[in-house]
């Protein structure tokens, strides 16, 4: 059910940026060299995370799946949040637009989003961070890494359709996905364009602080054996 919801988010992101996406597929037919860049970056930027992710899986799973590396994450990406936001503010309000992203550059972003393979991590947030840190807008940063997430999650869900999908159906027939994708379409539209409206008005400062203290607070409750 969880595949179901997240199709229904990776069909937000799809409606939300179809123009990049309609500019990538002129790209691919030789009609828009701005789209083709994009596309060839995407696509550099998707790629650790496919090899990194098919290597990895079992160890992932064994050593990062539990509520103490979760709390770790939400510790250290909060810490990391707060240093590139203080960065960003040093810089101001300078940054390269999405045009500018070299293969290079989207490399390092594609390195950078495999953290997120860790849970605890946010995916948006990690690639956001990455952008930054290669010289983007925190804009551009933000529309490239729901572009990526985009392809990263699309592939992910597809593969787990293949391989659960009957399961699914059989649990649940179609009647319930269908519910569940509308409303996760709903929700990742509204929370898409709310995040973006406040990281362009506000920054990243929030989220680090969030992250700090959600994970002092659930630290706190495993030292005191409230929490396993």
């Not at 990895?56 to 994450?73: D, H, N, Q, T, W």
């Not at 950078?112 to 940063?141: F, Y």
């Not at 009647?175 to 898409?192: L, N, T």
Request: charged fraction near 10%; proline fraction near 3%; aromatic fraction near 10%.
């Amino acid at each position: 059910y969880v595949i179901a919801i997240q199709l229904g988010a990776i069909l937000a992101v799809f409606w939300l940026y179809f123009g990049r996406i309609r500019q990538m597929l002129a790209g691919l037919a030789g009609r828009d060299q701005e789209g083709r860049a994009l596309l060839v970056n995407t696509l550099v930027a998707f790629t650790p995370a496919v090899v990194i992710g098919l290597a990895c899986e079992g160890s992932i799973k064994r050593y990062l799946f539990g509520l103490k590396p979760i709390v770790a994450a939400w510790l250290l990406g909060g810490l990391a949040i707060l240093i590139v936001a203080r960065r960003l503010k040093q810089r101001g309000a300078n940054g390269q637009q999405l045009e500018n992203l070299t293969a290079r550059s989207a490399l390092i972003i594609g390195l950078i989003q495999c953290v997120a393979m860790w849970p605890g991590v946010s995916r948006s947030l990690v690639t956001i961070l990455g952008g930054a840190l290669v010289g983007l807008s925190v804009p551009a940063a933000v529309e490239f890494s729901f572009i990526l997430g985009l392809v990263t999650l699309g592939g992910a869900t597809c593969y787990e359709l293949l391989k659960e999908g009957p399961a699914i159906y059989a649990m649940f027939g179609l009647a319930s996905p269908a519910f569940g994708i509308a409303v996760a379409f709903v929700s990742a539209v509204i929370a898409v364009k709310w995040m973006v409206a406040y990281l362009n008005r506000h920054g990243l400062e929030v989220f680090g602080y969030y992250r700090i203290a959600l994970g002092l607070t659930v630290a706190g409750l495993m030292l005191g054996g409230m929490l396993g």
